[in-house]
């Protein structure tokens, strides 16, 4: 599938820092894009050269095949991370405002379906929760009918639930076969919403994969935890892949049945054993050696 | 044109929304005009003005003791009918002409002029022809009127405009709309006539106000003094979005502003008139729009001039806008 938009040796530089250095991606239509990685690692800078909001020192940013001109502010969505709008308007005054500065938009009662605006159509955008002003931001990037829509850590500083009903929006926005580029700081979402992920660190992207092939790359199937007291002693001799993890201590296996019969044979007290999944948060450390953005 | 009817709709709402500020907005010059009115109710001057045409070193050489004498102020006049008017509406008490046949003019309902009079024959006996002109007073309100509603402007205008424009761009509003096709002029010019709007209805809700009390001396054109106003006020709202143009910091607009409107506030003939003062402060003060503001603006309530009249302070007021207009639009940034 041809992408919908791709960069090619992208470069940023700031006086004295080189906030990207040289990413290509190609993000093909119709997919969630994830981008992840630590602060300062330039993914804010990516996306808002890709957003077409910053220029790029080198490198290319092509729209479907093409360099960005002033149609593509007609034709893309963004949602800012930090964004303030209009004060002592209401959420339907906000979005006919928005709707005036496109050519081509959605018809506002779809997006206030589509968003679950309705009940708070008349009140003062000021006065909008976390949740209900999120879903405002996403009608207003969605309100020209974007094939490609930008979203910028939208569920931060969400309550859990709130953020559950955001993604089911995403979702939905994503079966109407809309190409998402999405950075967020929690791994379970970008593992909940993305067809792709690519994790930036020092400017460069340090890998790159659907999620799965990404754990499966990087990791075995699984992660056994035992409590270190329980194992310390015997695992050196039984060649598995350990790693420490405070308290106990996590072997990554494949061949799980194998493993386990393994550490029973070597007297290894499996009463408090622990299996869970590697996550993309174990991924995520693995590739930038830090803790998660 | 529907982008900028969008924003400007929006911004209005923002502003008539505020009920605060609004009230405030109404409340402040209406409060500042009645308090000025009451305070200056009673005797204008403490000293008397003398208007003099022929140069002062002849005035001390055909009038040495009335010069010498306290509590008289000499101001110099180079045309003699702009100096005679002013006698005729009391903004002068006596009007002395030491070239030619020496001469002096008073009004004759003056009571000041009056009592001048009468210092003029104590100590210079019968040597001035007198020439009388009549004409109605024009009261310290009548005076400071323009001065007052054009500073009210200047601080909507320049602070009104310059902050929320910061305000936005610090917030993030401006990048918001930075993402959509909306183009830097249509919002520039979007702010510019929300706020030319609402000052000009501010403006002249507080003039008709105060008027029903004060009954206002108004003797020229009201469509002239509108086209004056309207494009002082756009004169200086562009002043405010040029500030505002570069700066994310509110605390730097507000250092920048100060500098500009505290020199305006002084110089610009707002609460004292400048004449008698160094000609250097006369000419720094035509650098100010709201220098030509005023003067066009009291001498259509005050004189009665026309358009004609106040065509140079209307060209400079347009060329102006038309230029900080222009330099705000070419060196905008949304971040």
């Known amino acids: 599938m041809s992408p919908i938009?791709?960069?090619?040796?992208?470069?940023?530089?700031?006086?004295?820092?080189?906030?990207?250095?040289?990413?290509?991606?190609?993000?093909?239509?119709?997919?969630?894009?994830?981008?992840?990685?630590?602060?300062?690692?330039?993914?804010?800078?990516?996306?808002?050269?890709?957003?077409?909001?910053?220029?790029?020192?080198?490198?290319?940013v092509l729209y479907k095949g093409e360099v960005l001109d002033a149609r593509y502010r007609e034709e893309v969505g963004i949602q800012f991370q930090h964004t303030a709008l209009q004060e002592f308007l209401t959420v339907r005054e906000t979005m006919e405002l928005f709707e005036s500065l496109y050519h081509h938009?959605?018809?506002?009662?779809?997006?206030?379906?589509?968003?679950?605006?309705?009940?708070?159509?008349?009140?003062?955008?000021?006065?909008?929760?976390?949740?209900?002003?999120?879903?405002?931001?996403?009608?207003?990037?969605?309100?020209?009918?974007?094939?490609?829509?930008?979203?910028?850590?939208?569920?931060?500083?969400?309550?859990?639930?709130?953020?559950?009903?955001?993604?089911?929006?995403?979702?939905?926005?994503?079966s109407r076969n809309k190409t998402i580029v999405l950075t967020t700081?929690?791994?379970?979402?970008?593992?909940?919403?993305?067809?792709?992920?690519?994790?930036?660190?020092?400017?460069?992207?340090?890998?790159?994969?659907?999620?799965?092939?990404?754990?499966?790359?990087?990791?075995?199937?699984?992660?056994?935890?035992?409590?270190?007291?329980?194992s310390v002693s015997k695992l050196p001799e039984l060649g598995l892949s350990v790693v420490d993890a405070g308290d106990m201590v996590e072997i990554s296996t494949s061949r799980l049945h194998h493993t386990l019969q393994q550490l029973i044979e070597n007297g290894v007290n499996l009463d408090r054993l622990r299996i869970r999944a590697w996550t993309l948060e174990d991924l995520f450390i693995n590739v930038t050696g830090k803790q998660k953005p | 044109m529907k982008k900028f009817l969008a924003v400007l709709h929006a911004r209005n709402m923002e502003f008539l929304r505020d009920r605060s500020a609004l009230v405030w907005?109404?409340?402040?010059?209406?409060?500042?005009?009645?308090?000025?009115?009451?305070?200056?109710?009673?005797?204008?001057?403490?000293?008397?003005?003398?208007?003099?045409?022929?140069?002062?070193?002849?005035?001390?050489?055909?009038?040495?003791?009335?010069?010498?004498?306290?509590h008289l102020k000499f101001i110099e006049y180079a045309e003699l009918q702009v100096a005679i008017d002013k006698v005729k509406h009391h903004q002068l008490d006596m009007l002395i002409v030491v070239s030619g046949t020496p001469k002096y003019w008073i009004n004759s309902s003056s009571p000041n002029g009056y009592m001048l009079e009468r210092i003029v024959w104590g100590t210079e006996g019968q040597k001035f022809q007198r020439q009388a002109v009549e004409g109605k007073e024009i009261r310290y309100v009548d005076w400071f009127l323009p001065g007052?509603?054009?500073?009210?402007?200047?601080?909507s205008c320049l602070f009104g405009v310059g902050f929320v424009i910061v305000r936005y761009r610090k917030n993030g509003f401006l990048k918001r709309l930075k993402a959509t096709p909306l183009g830097a002029f249509h919002f520039l010019f979007a702010q510019l006539i929300s706020r030319l709007l609402l000052i000009m209805l501010i403006t002249i809700v507080v003039y008709s106000g105060c008027n029903l009390l004060i009954d206002f001396n108004m003797q020229g054109s009201y469509w002239v003094l509108l086209l004056v106003t309207t494009l002082g006020a756009m004169c200086l709202i562009s002043i405010g979005l040029l500030i505002a143009a570069r700066t994310a910091s509110e605390e730097f607009a507000g250092g920048i502003l100060n500098t500009l409107t505290w020199p305006m506030m002084l110089l610009s003939g707002a609460w004292f008139s400048l004449e008698g003062t160094h000609a250097w402060v006369q000419q720094l003060a035509q650098v100010f729009p709201l220098t030509h503001m005023i003067a066009a603006t009291r001498a259509i309530m005050s004189e009665g001039a026309t358009l004609s009249q106040v065509m140079?302070?209307?060209?400079?007021?347009?060329?102006?806008?038309?230029?900080?207009?222009?330099?705000?639009?070419?060196?905008?940034?949304?971040?």
């Open chain 1, 5 to 60: 938009i791709s960069v090619h040796n992208l470069v940023k530089h700031y006086p004295g820092v080189v906030a990207v250095d040289g990413i290509s991606l190609s993000i093909p239509q119709g997919i969630c894009f994830g981008l992840l990685g630590p602060n300062g690692a330039g993914k804010t800078t990516t996306i808002e050269i890709l957003e077409g909001i910053q220029l790029p020192t080198g490198g290319t």
């Open chain 1, 105 to 174: 938009t959605l018809p506002i009662p779809e997006l206030i379906e589509l968003c679950s605006l309705g009940d708070i159509l008349n009140r003062d955008t000021r006065k909008l929760s976390g949740g209900q002003r999120q879903r405002l931001l996403l009608a207003l990037a969605l309100i020209n009918d974007p094939e490609l829509i930008f979203l910028d850590e939208p569920t931060t500083g969400l309550d859990p639930q709130a953020r559950r009903n955001f993604w089911d929006l995403v979702k939905l926005v994503k």
């Open chain 1, 185 to 230: 700081h929690y791994m379970e979402e970008a593992y909940a919403l993305c067809d792709e992920i690519a994790i930036m660190d020092k400017g460069r992207i340090v890998s790159q994969g659907t999620p799965a092939q990404l754990l499966s790359q990087h990791f075995g199937d699984v992660v056994l935890q035992i409590p270190r007291i329980d």
């Open chain 2, 25 to 70: 907005n109404l409340a402040m010059p209406f409060l500042l005009v009645m308090g000025l009115a009451f305070t200056f109710s009673g005797s204008n001057k403490e000293i008397y003005k003398i208007g003099v045409v022929g140069g002062l070193e002849a005035m001390s050489r055909s009038a040495t003791v009335l010069q010498a004498t306290q």
């Open chain 2, 148 to 155: 007052i509603l054009g500073m009210n402007m200047m601080f």
């Open chain 2, 312 to 335: 140079p302070h209307v060209w400079v007021l347009a060329l102006m806008s038309v230029v900080f207009l222009a330099l705000g639009a070419l060196v905008f940034k949304w971040e």
